[in-house]
């Protein structure tokens, strides 16, 4: 068996599910709030390495060998993948509705037709009976109706009025300030359980998700009013590592080549000389 030939195929496997990830970075650079994914190459070796514990048999007995390929234990595979959730530029809009959260661990909820969703892009509107929506229609949740479903009203023709912890106010035909609750904003204890989805929402797939996320509370200086944060991707990292991965594509097909048609065409030669 050429091993070799497998590892190459393997390499080559790796870097275009890099490559996708990279494309998807891209397409994404002017979405708003967009957090790069990334992902960690390295091989069987190491990932045998992590996980032989958990086998249901012992290791250095030869049914255990059974889960070990020496052959192939250096192809290289994508380990992990995982969101770089640092900040994106904040842009001004001077937009009343647009808001741009301050920390990365923070996300609006939003009430779907799947269940409370969330996400860190904060451009929202205003619909036909006044609740605060998404620009999807989907409802805005409030700091104490996050648990039933509780949304935002808000008084067409007042400016509102957001502090920096999300408490709503604005100001009457009379000139008084009047409450108008506050925007549910939440963290989480373990927020690389959060998943992406479609709009720049993010499931929690965490079990626990009660003891897992937390409301921030009126002190907190988390809101930014008239701002959007924008994709954190870096248009010139990512293209540098587009061209890094073509190159690698390029590198195994060529090893591939090799194999295929000069090693084994001198094997069969040889092979056949000697018979």
């Known amino acids: 068996m050429q091993s070799g030939y497998y590892s190459a195929t393997g390499g080559m496997v790796t870097q275009f599910n890099r490559l996708d990830t990279i494309a998807n970075n891209l397409a994404n650079l002017n979405t708003n709030a967009y957090k790069r994914d990334d992902v960690a190459i390295g091989d069987f070796t190491r990932l045998f390495k992590e996980s032989r514990d958990e086998l249901p048999l012992e290791d250095n007995t030869r049914e255990a060998a059974k889960f070990w390929n020496r052959a192939m234990d250096k192809v290289p595979i994508i380990t992990e993948d995982y969101t770089d959730r640092s900040l994106g530029a904040f842009s001004q809009t001077n937009n009343p509705l647009d ?14 037709p799947d269940g409370v969703r969330y996400t860190r892009d904060g451009s929202f509107n205003l619909d036909a009976e006044g609740s605060l929506v998404t620009k999807e229609g989907y409802k805005v949740l409030s700091r104490s109706g996050i648990d039933y479903e509780g949304g935002i009203t808000l008084d067409s023709t007042t400016q509102p009025i957001f502090s920096p912890s999300g408490r ?30 479609a709009n720049g929402l993010y499931e929690y797939a965490g079990k626990e998700i009660n003891k897992d996320r937390e409301l921030y509370t009126l002190n907190d200086d988390v809101l930014r009013q008239g701002y959007i944060e924008k994709s954190n991707v870096n248009a010139v990292l990512e293209m540098t590592s587009l061209i890094e991965t073509n190159r690698l594509v390029d590198m195994y097909q060529k ?10 065409t001198e094997a069969i030669q040889k092979l056949a000389v000697r018979a």
């Open 99 to 112: 808001f741009a959260l301050k920390n990365e661990n923070a996300y609006f909820a939003i009430q779907t």
């Open 168 to 197: 709503i106010s604005s100001r009457n035909a009379d000139g008084e300030i009047v409450d108008a609750g506050a925007v549910a904003i939440v963290s989480f204890a373990s927020p690389e359980y959060l998943k992406k989805g």
């Open 255 to 264: 090893v591939m080549k090799t194999h295929m048609d000069d090693l084994n």
